[in-house]
């Protein structure tokens, strides 16, 4: 995909995910937005059918379901029904029903172990498949997390990539504040992992990134990322839970379209 | 009954779309399976939270997946990767809890699995609880859906004859009523009962699975303005007498007498073997013996 095709499609994405928490009323924007150029870039530029993704940062449904848009596996009337009655997109994914989707994820840190699982099984068949995983930050202090990273260090599943979506901010506080944990870096290298580090909203330094695996460990990218990343709400805990305001959502589509057009 | 498993999983389950996963147990037990299954068995460590989301990403591929441990380890300790990874997935894996009621004796109050069968039940998850070595090979031949396997120890008495496998089976006859044991304890009643005369005892009933299956119209006909005992080595909430007692009133089945022995906890604040919880129960030989008297006076 040409670079200007793909940041084009970015942005009409970027906007779809803002109509549609707009018209569900729906919060949890801030992590959407810290992560949705990693998952546009995972799924349209590194990913082939074959290889598995899990969501095991199930607040960010939003973004994953109009990544899933964007590659035509939902359409806009799926999204329309976005977390509202009747609807196959909740607000956390369910495993069933959605193109893609393996499991319901939304409980942190399910996603390291279910992924270590396909990643074991992928092994054992020699499918040639890759697992990718995404994290969030706060996820870390769930111990299933560490677990899971233990165990795939030992069975040496290099066909597991675990991206995390290091934003600083959780539920309640920053991580540092909460639980003195601001960047996992050396913690989760001190596991034997092969640990990569980039910025979280540049495509291109992703991509690199993602396509740089180790041949003998399993690989963690950390992304550096600003939650609710261009929105009012940028780097600020009100971006974990709070919709937007009609005023709030008009003048960030107004934004990004003068931006479009500069 | 863990020999009887690995023998089992052995012969009928060696295939290569099966994996084990143990949580670092089974020990002078599933050594036979280690070896059988080579790289499909694995010992997950010390994770049972991860040993069950690693069990979901191989069922999730396709393949029928056991994951054992001392009962509690393996279905209270991981119990929202069931709910969640296996449950809402309906994934096919079996989770082996070796151990079931107080069988664990003195290792103590957190090695023991009291209320293990209505969790797993309220989770949607098939539960099994063989009475008798002979009932595992049964069992493991539909794996196709989560599945709890309740392990204990085969208390048949001495040289009778098992009657074909069934998950609601008579294996004494009685015209007293009837009584409904859990798993292991129907080996006990049947202990129990065997010497007493016929027309003096119920008969006595093995069950083995008893949410969403059919209870039999024989064992119904069998109580229908008679007596009821009911004994399971687990609390009643939720339990096997309790399945019964809803069963029935559905049905409008009239007893004359129910009787319900269950599992009490640590009613004394003190521990000990299986035999001793089971005695502060009411659910050893004494206890069912004196049950069945106590209803005839």
């Known amino acids: 995909m040409m670079k200007n095709t793909f940041n084009k499609q970015l942005e009409s994405v970027k906007l779809r995910l803002l109509k549609m928490h707009y018209n569900s009323n729906c919060g949890h924007l801030g992590g959407n937005f810290s992560?949705?150029?990693?998952?546009?870039?995972?799924?349209?530029?590194?990913?082939?059918?074959?290889?598995?993704?899990?969501?095991?940062?199930?607040?960010?449904?939003?973004?994953?379901?109009?990544?899933?848009?964007?590659?035509?596996?939902?359409?806009?009337?799926?999204?329309?029904?976005?977390?509202?009655?009747?609807?196959?997109?909740?607000?956390?994914?369910?495993?069933?029903?959605?193109?893609?989707?393996?499991?319901?994820?939304?409980?942190?840190?399910?996603?390291?172990?279910?992924?270590?699982?396909?990643?074991?099984?992928?092994?054992?068949?020699?499918?040639?498949?890759?697992?990718?995983?995404?994290?969030?930050?706060?996820?870390?202090?769930e111990g299933s997390c560490w677990e899971a990273l233990a165990f795939s260090v030992h069975h040496k599943l290099n066909n597991l990539t675990i991206i995390i979506d290091q934003n600083g901010l959780q539920g309640f506080g920053s991580t540092e504040e909460v639980i003195s944990c601001g960047d996992l870096t050396p913690r989760i290298s001190s596991f034997g992992v092969h640990v990569q580090c980039v910025y979280g909203h540049n495509s291109s330094g992703i991509k690199k990134l993602l396509e740089n695996k180790s041949s003998e460990k399993p690989n963690i990218l950390i992304l550096d990322t600003v939650k609710g990343k261009g929105l009012h709400f940028e780097g600020k805990m009100e971006s974990h839970y709070l919709p937007l305001s009609e005023e709030q959502y008009h003048t960030v589509i107004s934004k990004i379209n003068e931006d479009r057009e500069l | 009954m863990r020999n009887a498993f690995a023998t089992t999983v052995v012969s009928q389950c060696n295939k290569d779309d099966y994996f084990f996963l143990t949580g670092d147990l089974g020990f002078m037990a599933l050594e036979e399976i280690e070896v059988a299954f080579g790289d499909r068995f694995v010992n997950a460590g010390v994770a049972e939270q991860n040993m069950i989301g690693v069990a979901a990403g191989l069922a999730r591929e396709g393949f029928t997946v056991f994951a054992y441990s001392i009962a509690p380890f393996c279905y209270a300790r991981p119990f929202e990767q069931i709910r969640n990874d296996i449950c809402l997935g309906e994934l096919s894996v079996c989770l082996v809890g070796n151990g079931g009621g107080y069988a664990y004796g003195h290792m103590g109050p957190t090695h023991h699995a009291l209320e293990d069968c209505a969790v797993m039940n309220a989770l949607g998850v098939r539960v099994l609880v063989p009475a008798f070595d002979?009932?595992?090979?049964?069992?493991?031949?539909?794996?196709?859906?989560?599945?709890?396997?309740?392990?204990?120890?085969?208390?048949?008495?001495?040289?009778?004859?098992?009657?074909?496998?069934?998950?609601?089976?008579?294996?004494?006859?009685?015209?007293?009523?009837?009584?409904?044991?859990l798993g292991p304890l129907a080996g006990v009643a049947w202990q129990a009962l065997m010497n007493v005369p016929v027309c003096e005892r119920p008969s006595v009933w093995a069950v083995t699975e008893f949410y969403g299956n059919e209870i039999p119209e024989e064992f119904w006909a069998q109580v229908e303005g008679k007596k009821l005992f009911v004994i399971e080595e687990h609390v009643a909430s939720g339990g096997l007498g309790m399945h019964v007692a809803l069963a029935m009133a559905g049905l409008g089945i009239h007893l004359s007498n129910f009787s319900h022995h269950h599992a009490l906890g640590y009613p004394t604040g003190r521990f000990g073997s299986q035999a001793f919880h089971r005695a502060q129960c009411g659910l050893d030989v004494d206890g069912i013996i004196a049950m069945i008297l106590g209803n005839n006076k």
């Open chain 1, 35 to 141: 992560c949705i150029d990693a998952l546009m870039t995972l799924h349209h530029l590194v990913m082939r059918p074959a290889d598995r993704f899990i969501l095991s940062k199930g607040h960010s449904a939003g973004a994953l379901y109009v990544t899933l848009w964007s590659l035509g596996k939902l359409n806009d009337l799926d999204l329309d029904t976005f977390s509202k009655d009747n609807t196959f997109l909740p607000g956390h994914p369910c495993g069933t029903g959605i193109p893609g989707l393996l499991f319901s994820t939304g409980s942190l840190g399910h996603g390291p172990s279910l992924a270590a699982g396909l990643a074991l099984a992928a092994k054992y068949q020699k499918s040639g498949r890759q697992i990718y995983c995404l994290c969030s930050d706060g996820e870390w202090q």
């Open chain 2, 134 to 181: 002979e009932d595992i090979p049964a069992m493991l031949g539909d794996l196709t859906s989560p599945t709890y396997l309740r392990l204990g120890y085969d208390e048949r008495p001495k040289n009778t004859e098992m009657p074909e496998y069934a998950s609601w089976r008579q294996v004494l006859s009685g015209e007293l009523g009837a009584l409904v044991a």
